[in-house]
């Protein structure tokens, strides 16, 4: 019996910083890998600060993860302190690009973490080999000239395939101009066994924070970005929390803590004199245990104004037995359809709606456990591989490219 060929693969990251892409992608690379494909990572960065905070690779929980799950993770050490909107600088040593192309040289297929590091990949001299660019957002107008050079990878045929992490990607990228034969849809998955209704964590993590096991409780995972309409979160945090004299609001994620002087500007906007309300809303930046904090909640927040797709955080937090309020960016709206509620930006309109999904949580109960099957991980990875190995066995028969000298 003939072995099955092992697929080599590099995934191309332009850091290690928290959000979801990262988080989704490194999910990604260890299923494939569990699966027995074969996989690098090379990251650009080595250290990253944005969110107003200062965030180094090895510290990174996607790091660990893969490096713990066998995959091997290098960098080219650049610190960068990147501003959202901008990429790095289309310069690259000979010392950055030969251990790229070393990289790249001992594998046969290149996974490009968003459109970013195609800065990198399209630089002159590298060995060519298939590149497929994971896009997880649907603005492609504020990627800054990364949405140029995935259009120039694509004219090179460098690029052979994106994938989409939702419709909202596929069409955004589509309008601005890639072809739509490049472009395949494999949603979002989670671990089901990890993210998953759990009672006994639900009273741990909320006897750790002294919240009441009967306070109702909005959780809101983010990173602090504009993209995320952090000051509209904390409008409708406090409309709803001058209602529920019980009630918590907590932030998690990056810049989403006490060190970061614009949430802590944003939260006296909001809440101004009304210190006992804001006293409720409590910073817990980046937290490792999300299936707990989801669990401990009644309700995941989303107030997103643009560029989600498929956000993680409201299927995490479904997933969970959280309700899901977003506004309708991206996919979203499908996302949460008869699970949960979809709302105007309006303090308002979200606060109500927070209202409503908190009395209605043992309702939809059984509608969130029936979509459980639908943002399965194992359907996701078996996505990635069938489109993996169907382009590396359509490239292995076309004529080799000569490599550049």
Known sequence: MRARHELRVLSVYEGFFSGG????????VLGLAEGGQSHQVLSIHGEVHREATRQRMEDDACYR?????????TSLGRTAGLVEGTVAANVFSGE?????????????????LKEQPLALLNQAGLPRRPVVVCLHRSDPENQGPALDELKAAIADGTVVACVCCAESTRAAYEAAGIPRELLHVIPNGVDLLRFRPDAAARLAFRASLGVPATA???????RYATMKNVPLLLRAARAWLAREPEGRVLMCGAGMDGANPALAADLASAFGPHRDLAARVRLLGVRRDMEAVY????????????????PLCLIEGMMCGAVPVTTDVGDSAEIVRGHGFVTPPDPEAIALAWAAAVAGRAGLAPALAAARERFSRTRMIAAYAALLDGLHTRSSRLPTLPEPL
């Not at 993860?65 to 993770?73: E, H, P, R, S």
């Not at 669990?295 to 498929?310: P, Q």
């Open 295 to 310: 669990a401990g909640a009644d309700v995941v927040a989303l107030t997103s104004a643009s560029g989600e797709a498929a």
């Open 216 to 222: 109702p409780v909005i959780v809101f995972a983010a």
């Open 96 to 112: 950055e690009l030969a251990e790229t192309a070393r990289s790249m040289a001992a594998a046969e297929v290149i996974l490009s």
């Open 21 to 28: 892409a990262r988080i989704l992608h490194s999910d990604v």
């Open 65 to 73: 993860a893969l490096t713990a799950g066998g995959v091997g993770v």
